[in-house]
């Protein structure tokens, strides 16, 4: 289980160069519970799986932001939103069903998937 | 302020409360919602849920100091702004002045999608930080159920509501949950099995063309609440909760009396009017002058200075001022100085409870001393006789309490007998009074009775009812050898019978003159015939006179006679006895 190293409002973008776009992701957690860790290393591992080098993960901490949640009409935890590209997708969960979230990200599953 | 009713609800002394200000409903909770835990508000559509939950926020953070949290599912904050900004509610002024937030939760089925575990933490950042940036103490959940159908997880979506309830009480708030009826006996996804400290179900029954409001404490823990079904009403200011006056009848009295405008009227209640405070009852068929009385009864009502309330159900304002200008009773300057209001409506438009909060409301606001209403029968359009003879007594009681005079009109129907009215009030009243048409000789004339008037000696006697342009007056019928006269019946026998009257009185001074002639006659024979007799008696005299002195003239000439014979036998006795031893 990886811990989240990354303080809130870190970016995780691994170099990429020339990408068609980029995927902007924004997970919310609130305060560092199996779950929401488990959340993030369920979606490290999607994005590097389908989007290699396209994406950008960000963490948000509503423990330490909490009047960020209204703004993105969070509700559930851990809520991952695809801010980009539009239109805007939300996923609630662990993300443990791989499945599900791909088709909430909207990401067709890759039919040759390693 | 409206007196403090007899038979309230009394204080509990174990639960904290959190007012309201809900007019009438901190009344029939005794003291306001449970402090600290959560109560459920439950309705169909449209029932007034967000309104009382919001007007819980307003009143607590405007009137009790107590800042409060919306959370909205259903309308954006925008939405409910613009929603109650009739009622003079000013959220967006609120917001700013960090006395109340509104925080919409938006929950989308289609946005979301589930994918392995979550629990509802994001809602509870919110609803802390919310809580926390204004410090509430006040915080609406409406309608929490959406959830339900944004979220498809039951067993997720169960356990975070209990947690969010106990979060709520360890928080300390007082919270409003609401939720719609369905299916269930109170909301449709069974919020009542986590919220059970308080439920009120809110109710909109449409019963004859007319809806009425009505609300229910299901259940309140900890308090003794009415569980009756208490109507309400929502107009510019909110809602309107029907409080609960007293159905025991305890009510100071007064032994004042009122005058009723017609002055010969006030001689026949016992020589002073009505009792103030008391009811006034006065029916009547149409057009006998029920109305008339009671413009009288307002003006006077005026004229001492008081506020008269005057509910009229069958004409309008207007109307009423040039029908009772033609008797000569000018109400515009009362109107003008704020003295005499009108409330006009048709009874149908309202259901009876909503008539009954509407005048509550108004004598709340308006602080009359006497309220009349004209007519009272009018309530048989919106209820059955029972019902509405149910709602005339709560609003007896409830003017009695007030000590205001209440003055009320009731039709009968011509045919039926005259003592029988629509509403079956006569023995709520204290004083009833009867006015009756007669017909005879072509005619129908009113006279007025005092049927009974409670407390005080009423006269027993009929009197003639007119209207003139004086206003009304009431004149002593004639009892004439065929019964009670009226109108110009009685005028006419009136002057038959004056005629007959100085006839009579002729008769007498002719009888009397004569006699005087005879005595006279009679007098001046007597007079006569003294005369006569002393004439007579003069004669008489005189003869006797003429005898006597014939009589001394006889005798003189007798003794000149002896003397002159020189008789001695006359004589020489007496000279014999002169000289001793003389002659014989």
């Not at chain 1, 996923?91 to 390693?114: C, F, H, Q, W, Y």
């Not at chain 2, 009382?52 to 409060?68: D, H, K, N, S, Y």
């Not at chain 2, 109107?335 to 509550?360: C, N, P, V, W």
Request: charged content about 25%; glycine content about 10%; hydrophobic content about 40%.
């Amino acid at each position: 289980m990886t811990a989240l190293a990354e303080p809130a409002g870190r970016k995780v973008a691994p170099a990429g160069a020339g990408d068609a776009e980029v995927w902007e992701l924004r997970l919310y957690i609130a305060g560092q519970t199996p779950r929401s860790v488990a959340a993030f290393a369920n979606l490290k591992k999607l994005c590097e799986e389908h989007l290699a080098g396209r994406y950008k993960i960000e963490v948000i901490d509503l423990m330490e932001h909490p009047q960020l949640a209204a703004g993105d009409q969070i509700l559930a935890i851990p809520t991952v939103v695809r801010r980009l590209p539009t239109p805007l997708r939300r996923i609630v969960g662990d993300l443990s069903n791989m499945e599900r979230t791909l088709v909430g990200l909207e990401l067709r599953p890759a039919k040759s998937v390693k | 302020m409206s007196k403090a009713p007899a038979g309230r609800m009394p204080p509990n002394r174990g639960l904290a409360k959190a007012p309201t200000g809900v007019q009438g409903l901190d009344e029939i909770t005794g003291g306001g919602l449970p402090r600290g835990r959560p109560t459920l508000v439950c309705g169909s559509a449209g029932c007034g849920k967000t309104l009382l939950a919001l007007e819980f926020l307003v009143r607590g953070a405007t009137q009790f100091g107590e800042p409060g949290v919306f959370m909205a599912f259903e309308e954006t904050g925008k939405e409910l702004t613009e929603n109650v900004r009739s009622l003079g509610f000013d959220l967006d002024d609120l917001v700013k002045q960090k006395k109340l937030a509104i925080d919409f939760v938006r929950v989308e089925r289609t946005e979301y999608e589930e994918s392995g575990e979550y629990d509802l933490e994001g809602l509870f950042v919110r609803l802390n930080y919310a809580i926390d940036s204004i410090g509430a103490k006040r915080v609406v959940l409406d309608t929490i159920e959406t959830l339900f159908g944004g979220l498809s997880n039951m067993a997720i979506l169960r356990g975070e509501l209990r947690r969010l309830f106990r979060w709520l009480k360890d928080k300390g708030v007082t919270a409003v949950i609401t939720g719609e009826t369905g299916d269930g006996p109170f909301t449709r996804h069974g919020l009542e099995e986590y919220v059970s400290d308080c439920v009120i179900q809110l109710d909109h029954r449409v019963e004859n063309q007319v809806s009425t409001r009505r609300l229910r404490i299901v259940k309140y823990r900890g308090t003794t609440h009415g569980t009756n079904e208490y109507p309400f009403l929502i107009d510019e200011d909110g809602i309107n909760v029907l409080p609960v006056t007293s159905l025991g009848l305890q009510h100071t009295v007064s032994s004042e009396r009122v005058s009723s405008g017609v002055p010969r009227l006030d001689m026949m209640l016992g020589g002073e009017g009505y009792f103030r405070g008391s009811t006034v009852l006065v029916s009547g068929t149409a057009g006998s002058g029920k109305t008339s009385l009671a413009a009288h009864f307002a003006a006077a009502a005026c004229l001492r200075g008081e506020r008269c309330l005057y509910l009229a159900f069958e004409e309008s304002p207007g109307q009423l001022l040039r029908n009772m200008r033609s008797i000569g009773i000018d109400l515009e300057p009362s109107m003008k100085k704020g003295l005499l209001q009108f409330h006009a409506s048709r009874a149908s438009i309202h259901g009876l409870e909503m008539h009954l909060a509407t005048i509550h409301k108004l004598v709340r606001e308006f602080q009359p001393r006497v309220v009349i209403m004209d007519p009272v029968g009018s309530m048989t359009a919106v209820g059955t006789r029972r019902d509405a003879n149910v709602m005339m007594t709560r609003l007896i009681d409830f003017l009695k309490i007030q000590e205001i005079t209440a003055f009320l009109t009731s039709l009968t129907s011509g045919d039926a007998a005259l003592e029988t009215i629509d509403v079956e009030i006569s023995s709520l009243v204290d004083t009833w009074l009867l006015l009756r048409d007669l017909e005879l000789g072509g005619e129908r004339n009113r006279v007025i009775n005092v049927l009974k008037s409670r407390g005080m000696a009423h006269s027993n006697q009929l009197r003639e009812f007119l209207l003139t342009e004086r206003g009304v007056e009431l004149q002593d019928v004639y009892l004439g050898a065929e019964g009670v006269l009226t109108g110009s019946a009685r005028q006419g026998q009136e002057s038959r019978e004056k005629a007959v009257a100085m006839l009579r009185q002729q008769e007498v001074e002719g009888k009397q003159r004569e006699r005087e002639r005879r005595r006279e006659a009679l007098e001046a024979r007597i007079l006569a015939l003294q005369k006569e007799f002393e004439a007579e008696e003069e004669e008489a005299m005189r003869l006797m006179a003429q005898v006597h002195a014939s009589q001394e003239v006889l005798g003189k000439d007798r003794e000149e006679m002896g003397r002159s014979r020189k008789s001695d036998a006359s004589e020489t006795p007496a000279r014999s006895r002169k000289a001793p031893g003389g002659r014989k």
